[in-house]
Nanobody, 124 residues
Framework: QVQLVESGGGLVQAGGSLRLSCAAAGRTFSNLALAWFRQAPGKEREFVAAITWNPATTGYADSVKGRFTISRDNAKNTLYLQMNSLKPEDTAVYYC?????????????????WGQGTQVTVSA
């Protein structure tokens, strides 16, 4: 079992930056693919970014490519999402997720473990 806890959300103006963190408890990040998803009010949960176990290969949604960077520190059992040049349309609850496989997935249904989410609000 893996418990995931996100932090780092908040309110930021358009053009600003935030860094989200996701800490794991219960087991290490070994052999887990990790991802960030987000869900805005009235919308479905959508893929944001993901990263494989080791070596780290990353994937991004087109809407965030070039602005967001996903990374992981396996020694600290922590996943990060650096978000730059934020836009109002990035406003959502952001969730980290994990699955016991080497390569990442883009569909939320394929992830086994989820955090509780952290709110990101970007004002115009």
């Amino acid at each position: 079992q893996v418990q995931l806890v996100e932090s780092g959300g908040g309110l930021v103006q358009a053009g600003g930056s935030l860094r989200l963190s996701c800490a794991a408890a219960g087991r290490t990040f070994s052999n887990l693919a990790l991802a960030w998803f987000r869900q805005a009010p009235g919308k479905e949960r959508e893929f944001v970014a993901a990263i494989t176990w080791n070596p780290a290969t990353t994937g991004y949604a087109d809407s965030v490519k070039g602005r967001f960077t996903i990374s992981r520190d396996n020694a600290k059992n922590t996943l990060y999402l650096q978000m730059n040049s934020l836009k109002p349309e990035d406003t959502a609850v952001y969730y980290c997720a994990a699955v016991r496989t080497y390569y990442y997935r883009r569909r939320s249904s394929e992830y086994e473990y989820w955090g509780q989410g952290t709110q990101v609000t970007v004002s115009a």
